[in-house]
């Protein structure tokens, strides 16, 4: 399977997850499916679905733990559980929650409340490296979730550190609960900010499995630092009636609405 298919199908897969749990965030899973795609599907990240606690295993953070169907849906068609599982998220008693949950077999911590990923996964880098392994930590962030405080103590943490086994990978979709980034707390220029906590960053297309492949392909850009791609994204990428739009922040789309978009999205 293609990267392009193993996006679609995380897509197609995350749509009838939140439209038949009647959970929200749809938009934003569907903003990053194509960077879970190529960090799994492209041979980015080193790991084994049939043993989730190797010790050799590459270690990934979703921060942005409201988003987590597509990391699930990812996961499953991985083979860490079997597929069908999908079918129980958001319902009680399923350990797929509505927010990332590391009992879920390759999931490497719960998260919820943002701004707690990061700190963590430079906690981690930082503890492989004085171990001697060459693992790596990424760790996947929202754009509005950089308002966070704890998040800039974390990057000049990193930066101090010579993490260069630390990756950051932003989903920049513009868009947060109340309105667009730019309008609730401004975060441009994030390329010279990055760079200011020594960082090294680059700047992609996040639909463009190309361009992602290449730079996540390439790390560490520069030996000694941190690296951050900013990945620009459209929220609700793939379906005409959600993209750009902040409704599909919260709202769950109703059954009609959920084929129409998988319709949309044709074959994996």
């Not at 043993?51 to 597509?70: E, F, M, Q, Y």
Request: a negative charge; glycine letters at 12%; hydrophobic letters at 40%.
């Amino acid at each position: 399977m293609t990267t392009l298919s193993f996006a679609r199908e995380i897509r197609r897969r995350t749509i009838g997850m939140v439209s038949a749990a009647g959970t929200s965030h749809v938009g934003g899973c569907l903003s990053m499916a194509d960077i879970v795609a190529v960090l799994y599907g492209g041979g980015i990240v080193r790991h084994r679905p049939t043993d989730p606690h190797w010790d050799k295993r590459d270690r990934v953070i979703l921060s942005k733990g409201h988003c987590c169907a597509s990391l699930y849906a990812a996961l499953a068609l991985r083979g860490y559980f079997p597929p069908e599982e999908l079918d129980t998220f958001g319902q009680d008693g399923s350990r797929l929650m509505a927010h990332v949950s590391a009992s879920v077999p390759g999931v490497e911590m719960s998260t919820g409340s943002l701004g707690h990923g990061l700190p963590v996964a430079a906690g981690r880098a930082l503890a492989g490296r004085r171990r001697g392994g060459d693992q790596r930590v990424f760790v996947i962030l929202s754009d509005g979730e950089l308002d966070e405080g704890s998040n800039w103590e974390a990057i000049l943490f990193a930066g101090h550190h010579r993490l260069d086994n630390l990756v950051t990978v932003v989903d920049c979709n513009g868009l947060q609960s109340l309105g667009r980034t730019e309008d609730v707390l401004s975060l441009e220029p994030l390329i010279d900010k990055f760079l200011a906590f020594r960082w090294g960053v680059r700047e992609v297309d996040g639909h463009d499995h190309e361009s992602l492949s290449r730079e996540l392909g390439t790390l560490p850009w520069e030996p000694g630092r941190p690296s951050c791609l900013l990945a620009r994204t459209t929220k609700g990428k793939g379906i005409d009636f959600m993209e750009d739009s902040l409704a599909w922040h919260y709202r769950s789309p109703n059954a009609e609405m959920a084929a129409r978009a998988i319709t949309q999205l044709g074959e994996p």
